[in-house]
């Protein structure tokens, strides 16, 4: 099993990058499983067409018992992509990091890995946080790999060198450990090579490549990732791409 935890400064395009990813899984006959590790609940939704799944945490405000199953708090989007929003707190009230712990709680009570016996699952994280309840994802065999999400902006690779310094120093406890970086283009001049420094800094590699498109835009107009809409877009084969690699490499460390 592949499982990716993705991490970057808030508003750098995680979901959406997480998304396609899915998709692209998807899309090459892996079973999916996504996981948003947010209070806006919004990382699925181009998944499902715009209709995001009733979040994990709200379920348990509501209800006066725990579900019963997965498809409880959970929706199948494209190519079969299980998607899960964990939520949050009220908001002004409570921690949205411990709703993320009681929600991972829930789902191994749930028995989400055995039953739904994905190929991929993909973790898509909340900012820059990686304390408490959000590095919930990277520890404890939830998932193996951080990619950090990052373009050439100032703020966001100072964001990604703080994330890739956050996980090394949880490295003796068996944490996840970065995979590598996917630069989400925002064509700021000399982007490539601000990303690249930074990859050499952190000893990683770049994995992804993410060009500026009105593809992405479009198709999130309508409720879909890129790949669902038309896999032969260059854009879509990105990601696509991306996914074959990332697979490829999970069958090399084996």
């Known amino acids: 099993m592949l499982k990716i935890a993705i991490y970057g400064k808030g508003g750098i395009g995680k ?3 997480t998304s396609n990813l899915s998709a692209a899984f ?5 079973r999916v499983a996504q996981i948003g590790c947010d209070p806006k609940a919004d990382s699925t939704i181009n998944l499902l067409g715009g209709e995001p799944p009733r979040p994990v945490m709200d379920y348990l405000r509501s209800e006066d018992e725990d579900p019963e199953s997965i498809s409880d708090v959970s929706k199948v989007g494209f190519g ?3 998607c899960i929003e964990t939520g949050g707190p009220t908001p002004g009230l409570g921690c949205a990091g411990r709703g993320i712990i009681a929600t991972f709680g829930l789902l191994e009570d749930l028995r989400l890995f055995e039953t739904y016996d994905p190929d991929v699952v993909l973790y898509d994280v909340l ?3 990686v304390c408490g309840g959000f590095a919930a994802p990277i520890r404890e065999g939830y998932a193996e790999q951080v990619l950090i999400v990052t373009s050439g902006e100032k703020m966001a690779l100072y964001a990604a060198n703080n994330i890739a310094t956050a996980v090394s120093n949880f490295e003796d406890r068996g944490y996840a450990k970065v995979a590598g970086i996917v630069l989400n283009r925002r064509n700021v001049p000399d982007e490539l ?3 690249e420094r930074l990859a050499q800094k952190i000893g990683v590699g770049i994995v992804g490549d993410i060009p500026r498109c009105d593809d992405i835009n479009r198709c999130e107009d309508e409720g879909k990732t890129v790949v669902e809409a038309d896999p032969e877009l260059p854009i879509s084969r990105t990601f696509i ?11 090399a460390a084996r």
Do not use: H
């Open 15 to 17: 979901s959406t990058v």
């Open 80 to 82: 079969g992509v299980l």
């Open 26 to 30: 998807a899309y090459l006959g892996k």
């Open 193 to 195: 090579e601000k990303v």
């Open 127 to 129: 900012g820059d946080v």
């Open 241 to 251: 791409e991306l996914a074959q690699r990332l697979l490829d490499g999970s069958e």
